[in-house]
T-cell receptor, first 115, second 115 residues
Framework: AQTVTQSQPEMSVQEAETVTLSCTYD???????LFWYKQPPSRQMILVIR??????QNATENRFSVNFQKAAKSFSLKISDSQLGDTAMYFC????????????FGTGTSLTVIP | KAGVTQTPRYLIKTRGQQVTLSCSPI?????VSWYQQTPGQGLQFLFE???????NKGNFPGRFSGRQFSNSRSEMNVSTLELGDSALYLC??????????????FGAGTRLSVL
């Protein structure tokens, strides 16, 4: 079975600063996908960024980027120029095709952006 | 385009009762997945339906069941409710490709409280 570990239950960052959220996973698979989802206080989960394991290039989406280290099974999320709207729970998730949409989630990191 | 709609948003039930939750996916999406979110266990996968068939199943007891209709709308049923079933139940929809990593779009969830 796949496991996803987020070792930072809570983090805070000053507005406009950069913060990195950690995620490690355990799998024997070689082909899989990794995701970061954001869950603001409104509860709706929103996709932040996605990474295919076969791609060596790290994914980026505007202020969000990942550091994907396949050998170390590490998938950290970097948020640059943090904004108040980034305050949310962040979940790291793993998915292995072709098993359909069975996602394995970490326990989450609660990020607070301080004005 | 309307998002994923879950009804009701809140439910209060007593032990031993049963409950049915509803999820309407994004138009054109054929896969619906259900997750249970609790503070202690995080997000846990319940099951996934695709084209009216259960395609994946998590490790939950048989009291948790679901179904999907021809219009892709899905319902989840929990029978003989227990206090530990109190949780936020999230539904996610996607196109349903089993070969590639679909992006899952989440609803706002149904908060179930069992008294």
């Amino acid at each position: 079975a796949q496991t996803v570990t987020q070792s930072q239950p809570e983090m805070s960052v000053q507005e406009a600063e950069t913060v990195t959220l950690s995620c490690t996973y355990d799998t024997s698979e070689s082909n899989y996908y990794l995701f970061w989802y954001k869950q603001p206080p409104s509860r709706q989960m929103i996709l932040v960024i996605r990474q295919e394991a076969y791609k060596q290039q790290n994914a980026t989406e505007n202020r969000f980027s990942v550091n994907f280290q396949k050998a170390a099974k590490s998938f950290s999320l970097k948020i640059s120029d943090s904004q108040l709207g980034d305050t949310a729970m962040y979940f790291c998730a793993f998915m292995k095709p072709p098993t359909g949409n069975q996602f394995y989630f970490g326990t989450g990191t609660s990020l607070t952006v301080i004005p | 385009k309307a998002g994923v709609t879950q009804t009701p948003r809140y439910l209060i039930k007593t032990r031993g009762q049963q409950v049915t939750l509803s999820c309407s996916p994004i138009s054109g999406h054929r896969s619906v997945s259900w997750y249970q979110q609790t503070p202690g266990q995080g997000l846990q996968f319940l099951f996934e339906y695709f084209s009216e068939t259960q395609r994946n199943k998590g490790n939950f007891p048989g009291r948790f069941s679901g179904r999907q209709f021809s219009n892709s709308r899905s319902e989840m049923n929990v029978s003989t409710l227990e206090l530990g079933d109190s949780a936020l139940y999230l539904c996610a929809s996607s196109l349903g490709s089993a070969r590639d990593a679909d992006i899952q779009y989440f609803g706002a969830g149904t908060r179930l409280s069992v008294l």
